[in-house]
């Protein structure tokens, strides 16, 4: 009954919270590939992962293809996860447009071509998950953070237009909303305040229990933040 | 690092979801407590998770008190869920005001008193859980249905306020928004629709999952639906 | 194409909200009707706007059903506003469950009863607007404030399904979500926060818009807030 | 107390919302200023309210930049309506992604360019009002319709983080919800189903009176519907 997925491909994989994604599928026998604009810093996750790694802007096209095409050959992923984001804050009319926009691509569009790349090769198969990273931002659009706001508003559209069209053709969409700021060796958890950061394996964990739930209770959205986070 | 509680109470224990949180609860090691307002039916339940049951009707003060006293004699539990509700639906004006003001009382005040009782024994102990189950109708009133929205929606905003208040007091408050009907012996899947009702032993194991937590990653509120739902 | 309501009957006409509508509907060339629990600190404003009052506590069927009664000798009114509502707060475990009760049966029960009276002289005649004041409270559980939170959400709930049902059979359906404080004479606005507190004639000429709309473009829901509230 | 604003400049002109709004703001008596991406069509409507017509591609920095400077000369705007969008929609695995980026930029990223020249210019005089035009898709993710989706949610997430940060400036930040088709001469309303289309006057209206709304009691959200929408 609980689903059984085989490959995990991360888009993104560069972020702390994608490592930990990526150690709790391999750990749960899941086959992993990596992604991400540049690749050289993914060697340690990669052999710890006993992953393939890929070099893939996926804002573009070309590229995103690229990368599905040479998935395809040792058999397409069962499951995607659109880990990549960009963000630029400021004062509003000190926000330079050409950021604003790349905030925008790469936040959103860029997991609509992911998507629509995976979801290419899950459909024939009536299977197949993807999910979204989110943030509070994507419920929220804070002061001095337009961009961000705008690029991951519209990621949460793209996953429940997606959910509410591939659900029923067996695709599992998931969006997460994480709520809070994230640990990582630069930005270690206070001594002070225990846990009132986001631990990525914490996290990663609940990516997985998703990824197992079988399809007639199936979560689209979730959030996900520390116990002291104000909300 | 993963919260492992002991002991949980189960309020509302006669429904089919209750049945499968128990079984799940128990079959993670915790010790299992079952209340309802007639405990009859509990029998089978109660030997299969090895639970004591208790009569309480939770809408009334001093049966709540008396229930957690009787609890507190064997410990008190560090895992409250409920579960309990009651609806009348119709044409607006054919609305019972004795009947809307039952589903209000029962849907949410009941779930007030049973949470104050078992947040009190929670605190000094600086943890604890608190599970609510929510419904489609927590987040959107349906015509002809205002007594269940008005009870699901007041049992949404008493999560909330508990969630802001008591996580940084260590209380794990989570609303689960179950989007669906819950296949039962009365309620088959159609054989023509696989999966397109819940499977509460589904259900109970995002449950779990949201108990295993770490309070670095805490989850408040998620949604589960069959994969063929409208939504 | 504009809507033209008749006669208006105002439910928790205590609050400077109440009266500052009583106001801006009277002069807009509606008949005023004043119900408040007690009625004697409601002459002046009576006298003001030519209204009759009516003493009723909305929380007892036979005192609404008495209230619609009366009411319906001189026609009932096709535009109700229900802006009563009951608050405790503090630490969870410090709430009394009398008072918590009371807020919900206040703030939302209360609502149900007088809009189904409302309701029922309306849709004979296929037209009629109901009001519900809600608060921040109606979206966003806060901490230490679980009981008001707990009615203005199952206000909102009510106020959602009715929309569903009602607003097809030609029943205007709106809900308020006001901000933050309302200035009054015991609230003074802070000379140096000009503006920061919302002007109850101001939230008025907002309910008589709503009431202006033809039913081609009707809110269902509105917010306002003073613009330097946080949110 | 009520704002008086001077002038209005409406982006996206060529549609019937468009056209209801500059007409209801100039009877208000603003001088109306309109922008489209060709401006061949605009001339009825611009005899109609006296309006100056400019002909700008939202979408392209240069072209705003333009747009702003021309406007300067006869003094800026302090109203600016952004009622821009493009849409595209099908299965997503058919969806052009030439398309989908194209609905994106103009429906959100364009906005937030005329947004940023706009509120350069209204900063300094402490006033001003940004109006953006949302849609159903703003709020809930539609099968089949990712693009709009996107588009309009980043709208919402950056009108949104505009009022966060610019309404304690002086700058009124409102998103409007169009939950319905709107009615035009190109989609008359049925005859069996009367006021079934949102009357684009009737939403000029609603316009009007959120930029009518005096500081203390703001508008950021409101919907407006038929009364016989389903939602």
Request: with cysteine.
């Amino acid at each position: 009954m609980t689903e059984t997925y085989q490959s995990a491909l991360i888009v993104g994989a560069g972020s702390g919270l994608s490592a930990s994604v990526a150690r709790a599928f391999a750990q749960a026998g899941m086959k992993i590939a990596l992604a991400a604009r540049t690749f050289d810093k993914l060697g340690p996750l990669a052999k710890e992962t006993n992953a393939q790694t890929y070099a893939c802007d996926a804002s573009k096209r070309d590229q995103v293809d690229k990368l599905f095409a040479a998935l395809d050959a040792a058999g397409a992923p069962d499951v995607v996860v659109y880990n990549a984001s960009y963000r630029t804050r400021g004062p509003f009319l000190e926000l330079d447009p050409v950021e604003v926009e790349k905030a925008i691509i790469v936040s959103a569009f860029a997991g609509f071509l992911v998507a629509q790349a995976a979801v290419k090769r899950m459909l024939p198969q009536g299977r197949g998950a993807m999910l979204f990273t989110g943030a509070s931002a994507s419920i929220k659009g804070y002061a001095q953070s337009a961009p961000f706001a705008m690029g991951k508003f519209a990621l949460r559209g793209l996953a429940q237009s997606m959910a509410r069209e591939l659900a029923p053709q067996g695709i599992h969409v998931a969006h997460f909303v994480i709520d809070g700021g994230i640990r990582s060796a630069r930005r270690p958890v206070p001594a002070d305040k225990p846990d009132s950061l986001l631990d990525p394996d914490a996290i990663a964990q609940t990516y997985l229990h998703v990824l197992q739930q079988p399809r007639s209770a199936w979560t689209h959205e979730v959030e996900l933040r520390p116990w002291v986070e104000k909300f």
